[in-house]
């Protein structure tokens, strides 16, 4: 059985923030995960660890992303905020996945983001494989599934594989897990792939892409195509949308900038593209729900990777908390 673990106050111990309130680690509160969350400020931002790099060993990946939730955690703690933070940033724990059932860990943090929007918390959950999505998004199906909610990915994969063995889910399985879902529930599926590469993807998936009506912005097209012109495609996608689930796979980037991740990517992205599409993004004030995923610190360099996932992570810390002031 998944593990709920208790983050600790030594994990966020940092310097300190000079002025009050004007660092991360002076505005975490620490939250038993297996409490009822009672008398939290609504709105705030609640952290969500997933240990878990079971779908990774699956899909015959390297493993380390298990250790991604603290890393980040670790990295994140000395960021800076935008403007003075009023309302705490709730740490609401990690699902630690020990026993390799990553079914039973899906379900413990679908059922953990499910009570974090039960009291209108913005969850923000760090992974983890890429597996930790289709747990993330069972958690939102009970308040969205009504809602028209589109699923955004910053990713090098589609990440629509058939299950393992017809049964089991893995870090390549989870749109296409959400898809079936989606399909199963008459659910629109509204699914936007960002940053993939097609040397990357076999064709059978982008016929499955075809089929579930995947909309997909490659690589090569930030390379040879006028950021307008991408940033049109992506807000057309998010009007047919009221709320967006934005899921950040960290292996979009190139290796240099990204060198700790199961599978990195010598043709990946650099910050300099993402960051105009995600601040876009982040202007609509659709985002809803967010993850950061695949960092695996055993194969990070310079703390590179952690690094960028902190400060994508503060970038939506800092919308939550604009969203409300």
Same mark, same amino acid.
């Given at each position: 059985m998944p593990r709920l673990e208790a983050s600790t106050p030594h994990l966020w111990k940092g310097r300190p923030g000079g002025q009050t309130n004007e660092l991360v680690n002076s505005k975490v509160k620490i939250i038993d995960p297996s409490s009822d969350f009672a008398n939290l400020h609504e709105n705030s931002t609640?952290?969500?660890g997933f240990a878990c790099d079971t779908g990774i060993s699956r899909n015959h990946g390297r493993r380390g992303a298990k250790l991604g939730p603290n890393a980040l955690r670790s990295q994140l703690k000395n960021l800076c905020f935008s403007q003075i933070m009023e309302e705490p940033i709730y740490d609401l724990g990690t699902v630690c996945c020990d026993d390799e059932n990553l079914e039973s860990a899906q379900d413990a943090l679908a059922s953990l983001v499910e009570k974090a929007h039960d009291k209108n918390l913005r969850p923000i959950v760090l992974g983890g494989g890429h597996e930790t999505a289709w747990g993330h998004f069972q958690g939102l199906i009970p308040k969205y599934k009504s809602k028209n909610i589109g699923i955004i990915n910053f990713d090098a994969h589609l990440d629509l594989r058939p /299950?393992?063995?017809?049964?089991?889910?893995?870090s390549g399985t989870p749109f296409r897990?959400?898809?079936t879902y989606c399909h199963e529930n008459h659910i629109d599926f509204k699914y936007l792939c960002i940053g993939l590469q097609k040397h990357c993807n076999p064709l059978s998936l982008f016929q499955t892409a075809k089929k579930f009506g995947t909309s997909i912005i490659t690589a090569d097209q930030f390379f040879s195509e006028d950021l307008a012109k991408i940033k049109n495609a992506v807000l057309e996608f998010c009007n047919?949308?009221?709320?967006?689930?934005l899921s950040i796979c960290l292996d979009v980037f190139q290796a240099g900038c990204a060198p700790g991740v199961s599978a990195p990517q010598s043709l990946g992205l650099q910050p300099?593209?993402?960051?105009?599409?995600?601040?876009?993004?982040?202007?609509?004030n659709k985002i809803v729900s967010l993850d950061v995923v695949e960092l695996s610190p055993p194969f990070d360099q310079d703390l590179r990777t952690a690094n960028l996932a902190?400060? /994508?992570t503060m970038k939506q810390i800092n919308a939550n908390a604009h969203s409300h002031s």
């Open positions: 609640a952290i969500i /299950l393992k063995d017809n049964t089991y889910g893995t897990q959400m898809a047919q949308c009221d709320n967006i689930y300099f593209h993402i960051l105009p599409i995600y601040d876009q993004l982040l202007s609509l902190a400060h /994508l």
